[in-house]
């Protein structure tokens, strides 16, 4: 089981920028991915980007690309970088981890762990 504790959230103006990070721990030795999703009030939960844990291979939602960065900085820390944000990108930010290999990045089932998520308010 891997644990996952987001930071970073918080108030921004529209084209600011953010930096999200999530701290991992526990049995990460078989994570094959890790993930970004954010989840807006009634709405459900969207994929924002991932990366492959042992290839330096990443993906977006075509929502953020161009705009959004993620990467690791440490064996056990992801980050998301975000740019140019946007009111639209308001939302409870959740990082996750998942063993599965293959594809479909963008399927939040694909995941096992997550984190409890951070808050992120762009106001115009």
């Known amino acids: 089981q891997v644990q996952l504790v987001e930071s970073g959230g918080g108030l921004v103006q529209a084209g600011g920028s953010l930096r999200l990070s999530c701290a991992a721990s526990g049995f990460i030795y078989d994570t094959y991915a890790m993930g970004w999703f954010r989840q807006a009030p009634g709405k459900e939960r969207e994929f924002v980007a991932a990366?492959?844990?042992?290839?330096?291979?990443t993906y977006y939602s075509d929502s953020v690309k161009g705009r959004f960065t993620i990467s690791r900085d440490s064996a056990r820390t992801v980050n998301l970088q975000m740019d140019s944000l946007k009111p639209e990108d308001s939302a409870v930010y959740f990082c996750?981890?998942?063993?599965?290999?293959?594809?479909?990045?963008?399927?939040?089932?694909?995941?096992?762990?997550w984190g409890q998520g951070t808050q992120v308010t762009v106001s115009s």
């Open positions: 990366l492959r844990w042992t290839e330096p291979r």
């Open positions: 996750a981890a998942r063993r599965e290999s293959g594809g479909d990045y963008y399927k939040s089932e694909r995941y096992n762990s």
